[in-house]
């Protein structure tokens, strides 16, 4: 072989080894880019916060302070979009279809602890299709009534009840709201007959009971608050452990002799089918991040919410659990089942 031979020869397998390497690359490469993708960090793009309930409600409110909080620690702006009606079924159920990480549930304790006890066709599994993040207050409900009836205590309450039996009505946001099961506890404690009458918004709840269209209800923490102060609602008293720290002057259920300490909050939630634990890590630090502002907690107790440090994921996960036995008994209790 002549050297013009042996060259024209290593050229060739030069060429050959190159189009080798491009080739093998090339097919690497498909395979390549969803791993890149899935180690871009989340988020990634703009956040939607579902929320359970109606604009100007305790939960929407409080969804809308943290979602600055949340845009500054992340990255991504997080804007908050209501979900309304069937005790937050509807919002949950919106969340866990969604099929993306980048759709975020703010639900109340009782859209996620006691709608499996009494809602035997749910349509998603609460502990596998949701991933909890992290807690966000601590509080109880309020009971209120219109001033027109007089009922400003649970003293109050019992005597107007028992005097005027089957003729009082009281509100909630819905069947099987924690409101709902309060009012179960309170006639099984007392004897006493009260109807039910659940809304599917705690704005037309707050409206009719301001106008005097049904006597009294059970709502949130935050909604009643600017109209006890100005005397368009009598606050009845609170549930939970402890007064709310904008309304102190309203006793709890316990200090008026029901004793009734089971808390109330808020959770953020991640949809499991499209989920990870990072992800669920990284939007648990930012919430950390958040609480811990003295202006955010300041703004949450002038709505009336104590804003405690937030838990782990983990813990918050636990915590669920141990509601569940609270809320699943009283469930139980009062024989209480949607069909």
């Known amino acids: 072989m002549t050297s013009n031979d042996k060259e024209t020869t290593m050229n060739q397998l030069r060429i050959e080894r190159r189009t080798l390497l491009m080739a093998a690359m090339a097919a690497a490469l498909p395979a390549a880019l969803p791993l890149a993708r899935a180690a871009a960090p989340w988020p990634s793009k703009p956040v939607r916060l579902v929320v359970t309930s109606s604009p100007g409600s305790g939960g929407d409110v409080f969804a809308r302070l943290l979602a600055p909080g949340l845009q500054s620690a992340l990255g991504q702006p997080f804007y908050v979009e209501n979900k309304v009606g069937a005790n937050g079924i509807i919002a949950n159920d919106f969340v866990v279809k969604s099929n993306d990480a980048h759709t975020v549930l703010f639900a109340p304790s009782s859209a996620i602890v006691i709608n499996p006890f009494i809602q035997p066709k749910l349509p998603y599994d609460t502990q596998r299709d949701l991933l909890p993040v992290g807690q966000i207050g601590l509080s109880g409900i309020f009971l209120v009534a219109n001033p027109e009836t007089g009922i400003a205590s649970l003293a109050d309450l019992v005597r107007y009840a028992k005097a005027n039996p089957g003729k009082l009505s009281c509100g909630s946001w819905g069947n099987g709201s924690s409101g709902h099961l309060a009012l179960e506890g309170l006639k099984a404690h007392y004897g006493i007959d009260i109807h039910h009458v659940p809304y ?14 049904i006597p009294m209800g059970f709502m949130d923490i935050a909604s009643p608050v600017p109209h006890i ?17 904008a309304t102190p002057q309203v006793p709890t259920f316990t200090d008026q002799g029901f004793r009734f300490d089971a808390d109330g909050w808020y959770g953020v939630f991640l949809p499991a089918g499209t989920s990870n634990p990072e992800m669920v890590e990284r939007l648990n630090q930012a919430l950390v991040q958040v609480a811990q502002s003295a202006d955010i907690r ?13 838990k782990p994921a983990a813990e918050f996960a636990r915590s669920i659990q141990s509601d569940m036995k609270i809320w699943g008994g009283l469930a139980k209790l009062a024989d209480l089942k949607m069909s």
């Open 229 to 245: 102060r100005n005397g368009k609602l009598l606050a009845v008293g609170v549930t939970g452990t402890q007064r709310a720290p």
């Open 298 to 310: 300041k703004k949450f107790e002038d709505q009336n919410m104590a804003l405690p440090a937030v």
């Open 200 to 213: 599917k918004a705690l704005s037309t709840e707050l409206s009719d009971i301001i106008g005097n269209n």
